[in-house]
C-alpha cells in the first residue's frame, strides 16, 4: 500500500482572499467553484460530482449554519449529499481528509472538498470572540484567554527551551508578506521588514501584531477523484499519497509540553508512514502559520529540522522561496490571509499550482512532492497530507 | 453489493435524554460512551477505536466548538482523529454516515460515531434563535421565518392538497408520548389524550405545542466495525445494509413541493438500492418527528404508504406500538426528546436495542429490518439507513 495514491485531485480553484465586502460566504464559494471548474473543463459538476465535504468553522458570522447544503445548492451540486465539517482551523484540513476517505471506500468516483469563511464584516472583538470558541470554554475562555495568548505562550516556552529570539519569528513574517507580494490572491500583496516587524505594536508579548495572522475572507476547493480515474479529467493530476490526522487535549494546560504540537507529529508520522517518504523527500510546504512561532514549530513537528532548530532555519533562509526548502509559497496565513475554514484546502491548492507549474512569479522550480500541514485551535486537531505531482 | 453489510454495530450507548442541569456537553457524552463499553465489555476504547465522528449542531449554546477532540479526549481516544460534522438536525445521521465510509474504506477497523447537544441552560428564545441557524440566513431568518413557521407551511400544504386533519397530526403525538411512557431515557414519560393535544397553546398554526418536539439534552454514541470483525466484540452484532444522504436547498421557498421532502425521498431511494430491499421488507423505523407533520410526511417519503395517506396510516395504529409497522418505539422526537445534535445517534441506538430485543417494555417482537430516517433543518439534509439483525 504505501506510496500507493489514495486519491487524486483533478482541479482546484480558490477566491481572492482579503477583505470582501459586500459577498455572502456561500457567494466566494461560488468563486472558487467557478475557477475549479474553469481549470479543468471535462468535470460536469452535477453530472460527476457525487458528494461534497465542506469545512466551515463559525455559524455565528453570518448567522449561517447547515453550511453543507447550502454549498451544494449554489455550486450546483443538489441532491449530492453535502457535510460541513468544524474542526476549527483546520475545518478544510479535515473536510479533505473526509474526501480521502470517501474516495477510498469506493462508494464514490468523484467528489468535491471546499471550506470556506466569510470575517471582516464582523468586528475584530467579536471574530475574536468566535475564534475563541475552538479554545476550552470552562478552561480557557471563561478565563478570559484567547489565540494569541496561548500561542504567546508557546512562544516564551520554546524562548525558554531553545532561545528562539523575538527576530527569528519576525523573519518568518518578513519572508512569508515577500511570498504573498507574489500572490495575486494573497491578503496582503506588500513586502515588509525586519525593522517594521519588530516595531509592530505587542499583541500578546511576544507575540506584535506582525507575528499575528489576518482576519480574511476567502473560499477554495478541490475535486478528487479515484486515481485511476484522474486522467479522464486531466493531464496534470497531483496524487495525495499519504494523509495523516490526530487530536489532543483542547485544552492547552493538559498537555505535556507547550513547545510542539503532539497531534501535528502524529499526523505527520501517519502521513509519511503511508506516503511512504521521510522528511527529506519533502520538496516544498504549507504549514499552518497562523502566529510566526507556530511556522517555527511546524518546521521541528514535521521533521525538518530537530526541535529547536526551527528559529535558525529561518534565518539561514532555508525556507525562503529561493531556498532549498520553501515554505508558504502561497505568503502563508500570514500574508495570504485566514479565511479559518478554507485554510486548508488553500494550501493543497497552493501546492496543486507548484506542482503542475502554475504558481506565477512565486514558482519553485522541480518539485516533485510537497506537504500541506493543517492546525485547529492550539492544537486539538492536526492534518498532514503529501502530494506528488502525477 | 447488494445486501451485504456496509458497517456493523458493535455497541451503542445513550444518555438520559432531558433537563440535565449541571452538566457540560462533553459530561452527557461520557454517559453514552460508559454505556457503550458496558454493553461490548470487549472493546478497549483506547486500543480498538481509531477515529471519532461525531454529531454537533450548536457551537453557541455552550460558546464551544471544536468539539471533536474535545470529546475524543473525554472517551478517552487520544490521539484519535475526531471529527464534528454538522448537519442541523441530521449532525449525528451524517456523523454516521461517515463512520460508515470509513469502515468501507478500509483505512479503519474500529470508529465510534456519536452525537450531543446541551440545550436546556438556554432561554427558549436562545435556542430558537441558535436553531434557526440552520434555515437561510438572507431569505429566511432575516424575514422572522423558524422552523415551527416552517413546518406549519408544510402542515397547511398537506391539508390542503391530501385533507391531512390537525386530528391526524395529534395522533402521532398521542401515538409518540404512549411510546415514551414505556422509555426510561425519554425526556417526556407520560401519556396525552388527544384532547390534551388538539387544546395546545398553538405555536405557529396548525401546529400545537404537542405537535412540537422539546428543546432537550443528551447524547449518543454507537461503535461500528467491519462485517467480518462483528462478532469479535459481540454474540449480537447489527449490520448497516442500507445507506442513503442526499441535499436539498436550505430554503424551502426554492423547493417544487411543500408536501415531501426531496432530500429524504432520494435517501431512502439510496439506501433501499444499497440494501436491495423495498419498504414492504421494513418492520419497525424510527423516523423525524421533529413536529408532527414530519412524521406523516416521513411514511410517505419512505413509501410506507402512498402520498397522501400517512395521516390514515397513524388514525388506524398501523404505526403504533402494537401495529403492523411501528414507528418511533422511542418516542421520537417528540417525547424521547430532540438534543438535536445527538439525535440520529439515538434512532440507530433504538433500532439495536428493537433488533437485539432490549428493548424493555417497549420490545417489538420478531422484527429482524430496521430503518432510520433523520432531517437536518427542514429538509436540506436527509440521511436514511437500513439495519438487519446479524
Redo the contacts between chains.
Keep these: 500500500m504505501k506510496g500507493k495514491p489514495l486519491a487524486s485531485i483533478a482541479s482546484a480553484g480558490l477566491s481572492k482572499f482579503g477583505r470582501r465586502d459586500g459577498l455572502?460566504a456561500r457567494e466566494l464559494f461560488l468563486e472558487a467553484v467557478n475557477e475549479a471548474v474553469e481549470r479543468c473543463p471535462n468535470v460536469d459538476l452535477r453530472k460527476d460530482v457525487q458528494a461534497?465535504f465542506v469545512g466551515h468553522?463559525?455559524?455565528?458570522y453570518?448567522?449561517?449554519?447547515?453550511?453543507?447544503?447550502?454549498l451544494?445548492?449554489w455550486a450546483g451540486?443538489?441532491?449530492?449529499?453535502?457535510?460541513?465539517?468544524?474542526?476549527?482551523c483546520a475545518s478544510s484540513g479535515?473536510a479533505l481528509?473526509?474526501g480521502i476517505?470517501?474516495i477510498?471506500?469506493?462508494?464514490f468516483n468523484v467528489v468535491m472538498v471546499g471550506g470556506v469563511e466569510k470575517m471582516t464584516h464582523r468586528t475584530t472583538a467579536e471574530a475574536v470572540e468566535f475564534l475563541a470558541?475552538?479554545?476550552?470554554?470552562?478552561f480557557e475562555?471563561w478565563h478570559g484567554v484567547t489565540f494569541p495568548g496561548l500561542f504567546a505562550l508557546m512562544a516564551t516556552a520554546h524562548m525558554n527551551k531553545y532561545g528562539t529570539t523575538e527576530e527569528q519569528m519576525a523573519l518568518v513574517a518578513v519572508k512569508n508578506h515577500r511570498n504573498g507580494s507574489l500572490n495575486p490572491k494573497a491578503h496582503f500583496q506588500r513586502e515588509v521588514t525586519l525593522e517594521e516587524a519588530l516595531a509592530s505594536r505587542v499583541v500578546a508579548w511576544p507575540l506584535k501584531l506582525y507575528d499575528c495572522c489576518p482576519i480574511s475572507d476567502g473560499a477554495g476547493c478541490l475535486i478528487l477523484t479515484k486515481p485511476e480515474l484522474a486522467k479522464r479529467f486531466t493531464d496534470e493530476p497531483v496524487h495525495i499519497v499519504g494523509s495523516g490526522?490526530?487530536?489532543?487535549?483542547?485544552g492547552v494546560y493538559?498537555r505535556e509540553e507547550f513547545t510542539s504540537l503532539?497531534?501535528a507529529k502524529?499526523a505527520a508520522r501517519q502521513a509519511y508512514e503511508t506516503a511512504g517518504l521521510s522528511p527529506k523527500d519533502v520538496q516544498i510546504a504549507e504549514v499552518h502559520d497562523c502566529f510566526t512561532i507556530a511556522e517555527i514549530i511546524a518546521y521541528e513537528d514535521l521533521g525538518f529540522c530537530k526541535p529547536g532548530e526551527g528559529g535558525r532555519l529561518v534565518e539561514e533562509g532555508i525556507t525562503a522561496l529561493n531556498g532549498s526548502m520553501p515554505v508558504n509559497t502561497s505568503g502563508g496565513l500570514k500574508a495570504k490571509g485566514h479565511p479559518v475554514g478554507a485554510t486548508g484546502v488553500a494550501q493543497a491548492y497552493e501546492i496543486c499550482l507548484q506542482l503542475t507549474g502554475q504558481a506565477g512569479r512565486r514558482q519553485v522550480e522541480g518539485v516533485n512532492v510537497g506537504l500541506t500541514h493543517n492546525v485547529?485551535?492550539s492544537g486539538?486537531?492536526a492534518v498532514v497530507n503529501i502530494y506528488k505531482r502525477g
Excluded: C, K
Excluded at 490526522?245 to 483542547?250: F, L, N, P, T, V
Design positions: 455572502y461534497l468553522m463559525g455559524e455565528s453570518e448567522h449561517q449554519g447547515h453550511t453543507g447544503p447550502t451544494a445548492d451540486l443538489l441532491p449530492a449529499p453535502a457535510v460541513r465539517v468544524e474542526a476549527a479535515v481528509r473526509l476517505l470517501a477510498a471506500s469506493g462508494l470558541m475552538a479554545s476550552d470554554f470552562p475562555q490526522q490526530a487530536s489532543d487535549s483542547i493538559e503532539a497531534a502524529e485547529g485551535g486539538a486537531t
